[in-house]
């Protein structure tokens, strides 16, 4: 099932969730922001999570390849 979805290029798949959201809209009008509220709090939490991490590891990694960088100089 997912090899068939794959096989469909990058950009249709793009285009047809867009189409899709843009009918969406246009159907559930001000329902949708009842129905999709909990979906987008949720994304943004998992958002939220991942970026403390990647910033703590971005600069630990950054000052670990400076004391790299000093040692080889000598």
Same mark, same amino acid.
């Given at each position: 099932?997912? &090899? =068939?979805?794959? =096989?469909?290029?990058?950009? /249709?798949?793009?285009? &047809?969730? !867009? &189409? !899709?959201?843009?009918?969406?809209? !246009?159907?559930? =009008?001000? =329902? &949708?922001?009842?129905?999709? /509220?909990p979906i987008g709090d949720v994304y943004l939490n998992l958002i939220r999570m991942v970026v403390a991490p990647l910033v703590l590891f971005t600069i630990a990694s950054s000052i670990a390849k400076l004391g790299e960088g000093a040692g080889a100089v000598r």
């Open positions: 099932m997912f &090899a =068939r979805f794959f =096989r469909i290029p990058l950009w /249709q798949r793009t285009f &047809a969730g !867009l &189409a !899709l959201g843009v009918v969406a809209g !246009l159907i559930l =009008r001000e =329902r &949708a922001e009842v129905w999709l /509220q």
